[in-house]
């Protein structure tokens, strides 16, 4: 059995589309690793690849990756609604076969240490690979984002990062790497410009504030759209699903007198998470993920039994 790694890193980069598409090129470089997604925002200035292979492959390219946007980006120019600390803003490994969670800690510990080396990028680890408990949740570590990172990591030694100098690269900013679960990237947006509504929704269901278990919020404004938008990660969706997150932010949308406009996955999303969604919706008895016909094709030509 092939091992396999997702890694799903996010770059502050989501306007030049040039830019975003040479990055997406130096992880298609590296043999053995199968890319599968880049999506991007000129709102949020953000993009978001998905790739997968196995672990070395995969060490490889993000490495890779984290350079070439070291050369790319330029933190100190950026600007966009996404909370950010570097160029690579996050890169996580996530075990999707025949790999274990020990392996991927590993992985990002691997990583980390080399962008540090070699890169001169701060790294700090987060989720599984945290080496400190409050370091697990991605927002304690972004806290005042770049500008308030650089003016705090040389003289605040809680902020000392786990690989690399207490100094921000001059243009990358720090990186943050680690390991978890897959997780469903949602964004409600609703029908106001309002963004202290957004932010209150966000506020109410995310997990830290007393909401949803395995929820991250924020509120933010998509001006381009004169909307804003509940932005949201569920860091379990079996705990949380897609649809429970859905029906929260738009009832306490109405408490304010205000509709949901729309939703939208950013990047890939596990099926599961998508059938249970339309399972509870159309309110189905007894429907299980195995009934999706792609699901037991793909498990059928796999086991190389076509005879049944």
Do not use: W
């Not at 890694?7 to 298609?28: D, L």
């Not at 070395?56 to 966009?80: N, R, Y």
């Not at 506020?203 to 395995?214: A, E, N, S, W």
């Not at 909307?227 to 699903?241: D, G």
């Amino acid at each position: 059995m092939v091992k396999l790694v997702e890694c799903v890193p996010n770059f502050s980069e989501g306007r030049r589309k040039e830019v975003i598409e040479e990055i997406a090129g130096t992880i298609r470089g590296i043999p053995g690793i199968y890319f599968l997604d880049a999506e991007y925002d000129k709102n949020h200035n953000r993009s978001v690849m998905t790739f997968v292979g196995p672990p070395e492959p995969v060490m490889q390219a993000a490495f890779a990756a984290i350079a070439k946007a070291s050369e790319l980006i330029d933190l100190t120019k950026h600007e966009g609604e996404h909370p950010r600390i570097g160029a690579t803003d996050v890169m996580p490994f996530i075990p999707i076969e025949d790999v274990t969670m020990k392996e991927c800690v590993t992985m990002a510990k691997e990583v980390g240490k080399a962008v540090a080396e070699y890169l001169h990028i701060p790294v700090y680890l987060y989720e599984e690979a945290a080496t400190r408990e409050d370091r697990k949740n991605l927002a304690n570590i972004r806290k005042g984002e770049s500008e308030g990172l650089r003016a705090d990591v040389e003289t605040n030694p809680d902020r000392k990062p786990d690989f690399g100098e207490a100094k921000l690269h001059p243009t990358a900013g720090a990186t943050v790497i680690g390991a978890r679960y897959p997780l469903v990237a949602y964004n409600v947006y609703l029908d106001t410009k309002d963004i202290d509504i957004a932010k209150k929704i966000a506020k109410k269901v995310r997990f830290k504030d007393g909401g949803l278990p395995h929820v991250k919020a924020l509120g933010m404004e998509i001006q381009e759209r004169g909307l804003v938008q509940v932005s949201m990660n569920l860091t379990n969706y079996e705990v949380t699903p897609v649809h429970v997150a859905f029906e929260a932010v738009k009832a306490e949308a109405e408490k304010f007198g205000v509709r949901v406009h729309s939703s939208e996955i950013v990047g890939l999303v596990p099926m599961k998470a998508i059938a249970e969604t339309a399972a509870s919706y159309l309110k189905m008895e007894s429907f299980t993920v195995g009934q999706v016909l792609e699901k037991k094709m793909a498990e059928v030509m796999k086991k190389g039994d076509g005879k049944k």
